[in-house]
């Protein structure tokens, strides 16, 4: 049985419930129980609770894209967006968050010591937000390298976008800043800008530069 952090589960020989708070290796996952203390079990030893359901945020329909005029296409505001779990503050969960007009298809890959994993791959709606990656907050030392690639798509008469990549290792002081409200997420939490904004120009300025 494949579990995640987050994922609430129960102990098959013993009377133990708690979230899974770390994931050790391919076999061992750290559950942590209701008096806060992590307990190191063997994957095969316990079994989910509520089932192995997604986040509203991870499920993503496959519908078509409703076009949006020109004039209100939002172009810009692509984040990755860090917020903690609901049940346990030790699992910090990692969203793309997508104020833009675009649907995105995204993909994640992780690299750590010359080795790669696939993490995600997936459609992120526009206006919206899905969670691609979890890790503990406690091992943010220890975290890998992100390898973040997404594709701008729209049916609508926009002219289309290089493909946006994001390739980072966060550290401690990334996180160093005060939190933020994340709208589509609903919570506070830490947003890191994957796009770069098109520059403002100060009409007074411009025009003084004439000038001189």
């Known amino acids: ?15 133990i419930e708690g979230y ?9 996952i ?5 008096n806060d203390f992590e307990i190191p079990v063997m994957a095969t030893k316990v079994t989910l609770v509520h089932g192995d359901m997604p986040e509203a945020s991870e499920m993503v329909h496959n519908r078509s894209q409703a076009i949006v005029p020109a004039a209100e296409f939002i172009t810009e505001g692509v984040y990755l967006g860090l917020v903690s779990d609901q ?3 030790v699992i910090a969960h990692f969203h793309l ?12 890959t992780t690299e750590k010591g010359d080795r790669f994993k ?3 791959a997936g459609i992120v709606p526009p206006h919206s937000a899905v969670k691609i990656w979890s890790a503990n907050m406690g091992d943010i030392q220890l975290w890998p390298k992100f390898i973040l690639e997404a594709l701008y798509f ?8 290089d493909p946006l990549v994001y390739k980072e290792q966060l550290k401690g002081k990334d996180l160093s800043v005060a939190k933020t409200d994340i709208a589509l997420l609903k919570q506070k939490g830490w947003l890191i800008r ?12 411009l025009k003084e530069s004439f000038f001189k």
Request: glycine content about 6%.
């Open 20 to 28: 899974v708070t770390r994931i050790i290796d391919k076999d061992m």
């Open 194 to 205: 994957l796009d770069t904004p098109a520059p403002v120009l100060d009409a007074q300025k």
């Open 1 to 15: 049985m494949q579990v995640k952090l987050g994922d609430f589960v129960r102990f098959v020989d013993e009377n």
């Open 97 to 108: 968050v997508n104020d833009t007009s675009y649907q995105f298809l995204v993909s994640l």
């Open 87 to 89: 049940h346990s503050q």
């Open 30 to 34: 750290g559950v942590t129980d209701t």
């Open 154 to 161: 729209t049916p609508g008469n926009v002219a289309p976008k």
């Open 118 to 120: 696939g993490e995600f």
